[in-house]
T-cell receptor, first 114, second 112 residues
Framework: SAVISQKPSRDICQRGTSLTIQCQVD?????MFWYRQQPGQSLTLIAT?????????ESGFVIDKFPISRPNLTFSTLTVSNMSPEDSSIYLC???????????FGSGTQLSVL | DAKTTQPPSMDCAEGRAANLPCNHSTISGNEYVYWYRQIHSQGPQYIIH???NNETNEMASLIITEDRKSSTLILPHATLRDTAVYYC?????????????FGQGTELSVKP
């Protein structure tokens, strides 16, 4: 199984600020994804993080609000920009290995915006 | 990817089998059925997947009906640690890099 490290594990932020979440995997992966889970809700896919190119965003999510980087095959960041209380959620990184059809998930980042 | 329908919640007695149903009536021939679960405050965990035949691994069994319009995840001897939200997901095996679209899932409560 994958070892996925997400940092920070939780944070409390002020309205209008930005937070960058890091996702580090123990070995090279083909695909990396970012999900959001609002309180009491299921997971919603934000975007696919593409190595060396712009991320592919799902409907309802835009790059200005959720810029994503993926500089190599083991690391990605998600930034939540100009935060509001509605951004309070758990943000999860997930990965897929090229030879394995399973998705593995990190333990998530619990974000609270005041 | 086809849409799935699951009951919002279920209870199960500890030590008994937990049978979690999933309807996917619009499934196509190339779509697989995946099951994940999410224990409170953790990221989702893969359980099992299948196409047509029934599947079994160390965690669970997956029973898919002959017409493939529904399936059942079976936890043979549920324990308190199996209390979680269980997600049934249908997707093409090679769709768009393997992303998963989650529905609302079934919240399973295993009781002593």
């Amino acid at each position: 199984s994958a070892v996925i490290s997400q940092k920070p594990s939780r944070d409390i932020c002020q309205r209008g600020t930005s937070l960058t979440i890091q996702c580090q995997v123990d070995s090279q992966v083909t695909m990396m994804f970012w999900y959001r889970q609002q309180p009491g809700q299921s997971l919603t896919l934000i975007a696919t993080a593409n190595q060396g190119s712009e991320a592919t965003y799902e409907s309802g999510f835009v790059i200005d609000k959720f810029p994503i980087s993926r500089p190599n095959l083991t690391f990605s960041t998600l930034t939540v920009s100009n935060m509001s209380p509605e951004d309070s959620s758990i943000y999860l990184c997930s990965v897929r290995y090229s030879t394995n059809e399973k998705l593995f998930f990190g333990s998530g980042t619990q974000l609270s915006v005041l | 990817d086809a849409k799935t329908t699951q009951p919002p919640s279920m209870d199960c007695a500890e030590g008994r089998a937990a049978n979690l149903p999933c309807n996917h009536s619009t499934i196509s021939g190339n779509e697989y059925v995946y099951w994940y679960r999410q224990i409170h405050s953790q990221g989702p965990q893969y359980i099992i997947h299948g196409l047509k035949n029934n599947e079994t691994n160390e965690m669970a069994s997956l029973i898919i009906t002959e017409d493939r319009k529904s399936s059942t995840l079976i936890l043979p001897h549920a324990t308190l640690r199996d209390t979680a939200v269980y997600y049934c997901i249908v997707r093409f095996f090679y769709n768009q890099g393997g992303k998963l679209i989650f529905g609302q899932g079934t919240e399973l409560s295993v009781k002593p």
